[in-house]
């Protein structure tokens, strides 16, 4: 069968994707500032015998083979402002600008570095044995997913315009459960929908002595902390998920000086959009109220930011591809992921296209090793078995739909 050969071929390039994914590793780059990231995969696409073409800081490959179905691979290419801990001897010291300006640490602590390196090994297969399939791959190395910022950059780029449309798209990602060398799939919502908003609270400086000639910002800002509790716990459906975290308050540097702002970063999450809408409503309305509420002459300023829409992967599409995950992975290999309050962009894309698409994960840490979450500045999954396994996953799942392969 051909995914047994596939197989075999695969433990011949193995040096040639390792030697990949460590430099990926040891070369990170921030979200849409993936530019020498492109270069090495345009470089490396090419001397395969891909066209490339960028497109909204990313990059897209189409391979031609015959009639059949089109099927759209998605990788993910960026970086964290992380500092790295791994002690790998390939790891991470770079630093970068991030779009701010500040100058951070930058690593692959996310597991995108093994994302392209997985879809790095399907591109040299498929190319080099079209022989084993037949339809059309479009191989879509993604910026900016950790913003929420690089789907978007892309389709706005013409994308839709760019490519053929595909009849369903397929992405992977590399997380700390299960065990290294097993795959977990879910149908349905699995990844929540989430943005970030940012309050800022205008209010009037003076010195702490004279608080009767300030209006504190502070005292503001700690009232609508407090109120933001309610929405989940008396606003929203007890049948549904959500969450309303607030990561940062920032105002004011000295003890006796009432500041004239303070800024809030909250988090949302949810696994239906109308219920992030709700969320978003209610925020801005007791921001809103509360500032009114300790006399603030001016509306909080509010920006919502990095949203990322709700991961729901198609029922037959699951069905498919867990079936064939355990005929050629084993039983014993495939799991069943419950719903996860992480999230992705990648759904903007098949969505803009109007295609179903399947997003599954596999696991980073063998027995042997500890296990540190996605964003860890200590995540270092194994090299191997992962690998291997995010490799094979692609081509099982990719080779189901381009040629005859569910016999």
Request: charged letters at 20%.
């Amino acid at each position: 069968m051909a995914i047994e050969k596939l197989f075999q071929e695969l433990e011949k390039i193995g040096d040639w994707q390792e030697n990949a994914y460590k430099y990926l590793h040891s070369n990170p780059e921030l979200s849409m500032q993936e530019r020498g990231t492109v270069t090495f995969l345009r470089k490396a696409l090419e001397s395969l015998g891909y066209a490339c073409q960028e497109i909204g800081g990313g990059l897209v490959t189409v391979l031609e083979n015959g009639p059949g179905k089109t099927v759209l691979f998605r990788a993910d290419i960026d970086a964290l402002p992380v500092k790295e801990e791994t002690g790998l001897d390939y790891a991470s010291s770079k630093m970068m600008q991030d779009l701010e300006g500040n100058l951070v640490p930058v690593m692959h602590a996310c597991g995108h570095d093994m994302h392209m390196a997985a879809v790095l090994g399907l591109a040299h297969l498929m190319i080099n044995h079209q022989e084993l399939w037949q339809g059309t791959l479009i191989l879509l190395f993604q910026p900016g997913e950790e913003t929420a910022s690089g789907a978007q950059a892309m389709l706005e780029d013409g994308l839709m315009s760019k490519i053929p449309k595909p009849d369903l798209a397929l992405a992977q990602h590399v997380l700390a459960q299960p065990q290294a060398g097993k795959v977990g799939i879910m149908a349905g919502p699995f990844l929540s929908s989430a943005a970030s908003l940012k309050v800022i609270i205008k209010g009037k400086g003076a010195h702490g002595s004279m608080p009767h000639l300030s209006i504190d910002p502070i005292v503001i800002a700690s009232s609508i902390v407090l109120k933001l509790q309610t929405i989940v716990a008396r606003e929203v459906d007890p049948f549904q998920f959500a969450v309303v975290t607030v990561g940062s308050i920032q105002s004011g540097i000295k003890a006796n000086i009432i500041p004239d702002q303070a800024t809030l970063l909250l988090n949302i999450r949810a696994y239906d959009d109308a219920v992030l809408n709700q969320l978003i409503t209610s925020i801005e309305r007791i921001a809103k109220a509360e500032n009114q509420a300790g006399n603030g002459h001016e509306e909080p300023e509010i920006t919502v930011y990095d949203r990322f829409p709700v991961t729901d992967n198609n029922q037959q599409l699951a069905k498919e591809v867990k079936e064939a995950f355990i005929k050629h992975l084993g039983q014993d290999n495939v799991v069943d992921y419950q719903a996860m309050t992480a999230s992705e962009d990648f759904s903007y894309i098949p969505r803009a296209f109007d295609i179903p698409y399947l997003y599954w994960g596999f696991g980073a840490f063998t027995s042997e090793q500890k296990i540190y979450a996605n964003h860890n500045p200590h995540f270092a999954p194994s090299l191997q078995p992962t690998l291997k396994t995010g490799s094979q996953a692609a081509l099982i799942a990719t080779l189901h739909f381009l040629g005859n392969q569910k016999e």
